[in-house]
């Protein structure tokens, strides 16, 4: 929660001992999120954290805390919006049960390339994502960067053809849009949170998972799984969000060093992103994963026959599908 010195003089003076104390900033913002220590987010918000804090121009410290260590994805966000925090590195997947018209980021084979998904994200798609949360969810979007385009991971058993998906357990984060991609593929989803694929995959509770390639080095996955098979089936928008009540709270220096901080996670995020992606593929197959194909239109064809499904009662989800397509 946005904090100002003002109102920690009180309880600082009744602490206070001979040893002098720190000085705290004069505004302090707390950064939550759930991505795994050396991942990609947790990276950028160190880096977001070090550029505030570097403003000479501003009294400005971020605390970070990486890792789900306040709570899940969706904890998190709960709790943006009752101001216990103030920002979050989250993402359009997780945003998408509060905001259902943020399914269409996640649409199976919606997006070609990394090129296409970036033109989407900075162009109307994008913007009305933006517009969304703000006017529905009080949420403000600071910055858009790739997540990445998702694959299969299993622990000991090869995906090579649609048929080999039916009645294995899958990890599926709590969200509709995997249940039923995972009911079109005929498999079994388990609804495990991001912080316990590692012991699910472990336990056996699941028999598969599917995310980025980053995603699975950064959640260590690779240490209980034997295959990885490239499908690229899904893309995820990551965003960084701030509370806009904390947003409009901030003076007009700060607001400017906190918009000018978070375009690095868009300007360095998005390359950073495609290349610890590209890379991960080697860097699989080094630590002992074999890494499979899979035919992708019968795969394309056959998931795209769940959207209507997915989309089913989503008022408006239409016209960021136009917005995405148009600069296909």
């Keep these: 929660m946005i904090t100002r010195k003002a109102a920690l003089v009180g309880g600082l003076l009744a602490a206070s001992t001979t040893l002098a104390s720190p000085a705290l900033a004069e505004t302090q913002i707390t950064l939550a999120q759930h991505s795994a220590v050396g991942s990609i987010n947790d990276i950028l918000a160190n880096q977001f954290k ?21 709570g899940t994805a969706r ?7 009752i101001g216990a925090i103030d920002m979050t590195i989250t993402d359009t997947a997780y945003m998408s049960n509060v905001q259902p018209e943020l399914t269409v980021w996640q649409l199976p084979f919606l997006f070609a390339d990394w090129e296409h998904a970036e033109r989407a994200m900075d162009g109307d798609a994008g913007d009305m994502t933006r517009e969304l949360l703000l006017q529905n969810q009080n949420l403000r979007v600071l910055a858009f960067m790739h997540n990445g385009f998702r694959d299969f991971m299993t622990i ?9 998906f039916e009645s294995m357990k899958f990890r599926s984060p709590p969200i509709p849009i995997w249940l039923k991609m995972f009911e079109t593929l005929k498999a079994n989803p388990v609804s495990v949170d991001w912080s316990e694929v590692y012991t699910a995959m472990q336990s056996g509770i699941v028999e598969g998972m599917e995310s980025t390639p980053e995603g699975f080095i950064s959640s260590k996955s690779y240490e209980v799984a034997k295959y990885v098979t490239r499908s690229g089936h899904m893309y995820n928008l990551m965003m960084m969000i701030i509370s806009d009540q904390v947003h409009q709270g901030l003076s007009d220096s700060e607001r400017a060093a906190i918009d000018r901080c978070a375009a ?14 590209e890379n991960s593929y080697a860097d699989l197959e080094n630590l002992g994963l074999e890494v499979l194909s899979i035919e992708k239109d019968p795969l394309a064809d056959l998931l795209s026959t769940a959207w209507p499904a997915i989309l ?15 600069v296909r």
């Design 50 to 70: 070090a550029c505030i804090e570097a403003d000479d121009s501003i009294d400005m410290s971020v605390a970070h805390f990486p890792a789900g260590q306040l």
């Design 75 to 81: 904890e998190i966000v709960e709790q943006i919006k």
């Design 156 to 164: 000991d058993k090869p995906v090579t053809t649609i048929a080999d």
């Design 264 to 277: 690095n996670f868009h300007d360095a995020g998005n390359p950073m992103s495609v290349e610890a992606n």
């Design 312 to 326: 089913e009662g989503i008022e408006g989800a239409d016209k960021i599908v136009d917005a995405v397509q148009s």
